[in-house]
């Protein structure tokens, strides 16, 4: 759970600044005149921050704090969790704010509660902040039903129970919070706590979407676009995608922004399109580093920029966006826009692989039977992605598999059996096939095991024989192929049972000798 203020509307909504710069209590104000000597009063604190001198506004709270002062040991303990004037310290956060509960100031009840929310789920204390949530829940505060309630939504710190969570969310979004309001909607949604209900669904996620929520104005650009809850209406979902733009959502800027770029969807309009994208881009949102990149590569919307094309991608491609990778992969080996640089072409190659790339794959094994890359690194993989390259047309990727099969690689020999039955990369060939597939059905490979006795069954390729087909795919059924047993299963309908017992026997010899 990241570290974020609750939304809460119209209704109590605090910015920092004003969090901070609060009235003083009076023993607070005392402070100020018995402060030590030097010291900087906490007027002048106050003026730092709203100055923006956060640094000497976090340095001025630690002498406060430390003197016991309840205010200041919240407000210390806000700034550190926020990461205003120094770096994020939620240990040190934790610190100062359980001395302010310490001292029963009410407020540092919510912050402390999502400073054992925040940082890792590892790191996370979910009991200890239902504790606090459930205190200030006994002291009213709506924004502590709304995070309590999401801890019995989920069951982390306190039991499961929807009910209990349906009860905290909707008191908490009566008040106003938006957070809770979104939240409730989604439970009227799904039948979460309370009878399905998609009147009051649609009546929460449009309060929370008018006041301002981005999730709920994205869900309902979502709902209008796909007709999900709401009537289909293209004008409607444009508004609400625009609304969430405006509201700052990245993922709602890079969708707008896009459809801008390219006058997909919407009328073209690249200058703010770019903009738009920018913006969700600097705010780390992948999906608009990449698009940004593919602008500054395409010279779509702005002035064709390599250099900023493999920034762009590089951003995305370091999250695990797997077309960013690729392409990024590709300015690499080709040395467009940056240094060439094969290796680090490769690692990026290899991410895009990770995402499912069938590219990124027949180029790693373009890169192998190149000699760029050593297969003895991950032998499978390589194998792999040679096998995709020859069934890409490449036909030096075909010859390295034959001299591997030949160099008694068998899992060598079931991708050339796929490559002939399939006629990829090469002319389909199914007696070539079963020639292939059987040294690798003969090493123990499920599938070629299958894929031979379905050959043998049909007399595809080779002399049809039930006997053998029924042993290999009896064999592959026991390595594990569900389809393999029910194969067997259709075979055994066409054989005597003098041949089963015959084919089993066979599929016994096989396994007793390996």
């Known amino acids: 759970m990241r570290f974020r203020p609750v939304s809460t509307g119209r209704l109590g909504r605090l910015t920092a600044a004003a969090m901070l710069c609060a009235a003083l209590t009076p023993a607070l104000a005392l402070a100020q005149t018995d402060a030590d000597a030097g010291a900087i009063s906490f007027e002048?604190?106050?003026?730092?921050?709203?100055?923006?001198?956060?640094?000497?506004?976090?340095?001025?709270?630690?002498?406060?704090?430390?003197?016991?002062?309840?205010?200041?040991?919240?407000?210390?303990?806000?700034?550190?969790?926020?990461?205003?004037?120094?770096?994020?310290?939620?240990?040190?956060?934790?610190?100062?704010?359980?001395?302010?509960?310490?001292?029963?100031?009410?407020?540092?009840?919510?912050?402390?509660?999502?400073?054992?929310?925040?940082?890792?789920?590892?790191?996370?204390?979910?009991?200890?902040?239902?504790?606090?949530?459930?205190?200030a829940v006994e002291d009213k505060s709506a924004e502590a039903g709304f995070y309590l309630g999401q801890l019995y939504r989920q069951g982390r710190g306190v039991e499961a129970i929807p009910e209990r969570a349906f009860e905290l969310l909707s008191q908490s979004a009566r008040a106003g919070v938006l957070d809770a309001q979104f939240a409730l909607a989604q439970m009227y949604a799904r039948g979460e706590g309370i009878e399905a209900d998609s009147a009051?669904?649609?009546?929460?996620?449009?309060?929370?979407?008018?006041?301002?929520?981005?999730?709920?104005?994205?869900?309902?650009?979502?709902?209008?676009?796909?007709?999900?809850?709401?009537?289909q209406d293209p004008e409607q979902a444009a508004l609400w995608l625009g609304r969430a733009a405006d509201s700052g959502l990245p993922l709602a800027q890079r969708i707008l922004?896009?459809?801008?770029?390219?006058g997909s969807g919407a009328e073209a309009d690249p200058v703010r399109g770019i903009a738009l994208l920018v913006q969700a881009a600097e705010a780390g949102e992948p999906g608009a580093q990449s698009n940004l990149g593919f602008a500054y590569a395409s010279g779509t919307g702005v002035a064709q920029d390599d250099a900023q094309a493999v920034k762009w991608y590089r951003k995305a491609a370091d999250q695990r966006l797997t077309r960013a990778a690729l392409a990024l992969a590709t300015f690499l080996e080709e040395g467009r826009g940056t240094e060439k640089n094969i290796d680090?072409?490769?690692?990026?190659?290899?991410?895009?692989?990770?995402?499912?790339?069938?590219?990124?794959s027949q180029n790693l094994g373009r890169l192998v039977?190149?000699?760029?890359?050593?297969?003895?690194?991950?032998?499978?993989?390589?194998?792999?992605?040679?096998?995709?390259?020859?069934?890409?047309?490449m036909a030096e990727a075909v010859d390295w598999l034959v001299a591997k099969a030949e160099g008694g690689e068998?899992?060598?020999?079931?991708?050339?059996?796929?490559?002939?039955?399939?006629?990829?990369?090469?002319?389909?060939?199914?007696a070539a096939a079963a020639r292939y597939y059987k040294p690798a059905a003969e090493a123990g490979f499920p599938h070629a095991q299958l894929q031979l006795g379905l050959?043998?069954?049909?007399?595809?390729?080779?002399?049809?024989?039930?006997?053998?087909?029924?042993?290999?795919?009896?064999?592959a059924a026991a390595n594990g192929l569900d389809e393999a047993a029910e194969r067997r299963d259709v075979l055994a309908n066409l054989m005597t049972p003098e041949q089963i017992a015959e084919a089993q026997a066979r599929a016994r010899v096989y396994m007793r000798k390996n």
């Open 200 to 231: 009051q669904a649609a009546r929460w996620l449009l309060s929370a979407a008018d006041e301002g929520h981005p999730g709920a104005q994205m869900s309902l650009y979502f709902n209008y676009e796909r007709g999900q809850g709401f009537p």
């Open 344 to 360: 680090e072409a490769i690692e990026y190659y290899r991410i895009a692989y990770s995402g499912r790339s069938l590219q990124a």
């Open 410 to 430: 068998p899992f060598a020999y079931q991708m050339l059996g796929e490559l002939y039955r399939e006629g990829k990369g090469v002319d389909a060939d199914t």
């Open 369 to 393: 039977v190149e000699g760029q890359l050593d297969d003895a690194e991950a032998p499978e993989n390589s194998l792999i992605w040679v096998g995709d390259a020859a069934a890409a047309g």
């Open 455 to 475: 050959l043998l069954a049909a007399g595809d390729g080779v002399e049809q024989n039930l006997i053998e087909a029924h042993k290999w795919v009896n064999l």
């Open 44 to 135: 002048e604190v106050e003026d730092a921050y709203r100055s923006g001198d956060h640094e000497t506004a976090r340095r001025g709270l630690l002498t406060y704090a430390e003197d016991g002062r309840a205010l200041a040991q919240y407000r210390l303990g806000y700034m550190m969790a926020s990461g205003e004037g120094g770096p994020v310290d939620l240990v040190g956060a934790k610190t100062w704010l359980e001395r302010a509960v310490a001292q029963d100031h009410k407020p540092a009840l919510v912050l402390l509660a999502r400073t054992y929310l925040s940082g890792n789920p590892e790191e996370a204390d979910f009991a200890r902040a239902a504790e606090l949530l459930q205190a």
């Open 257 to 262: 922004g896009t459809a801008l770029l390219t």
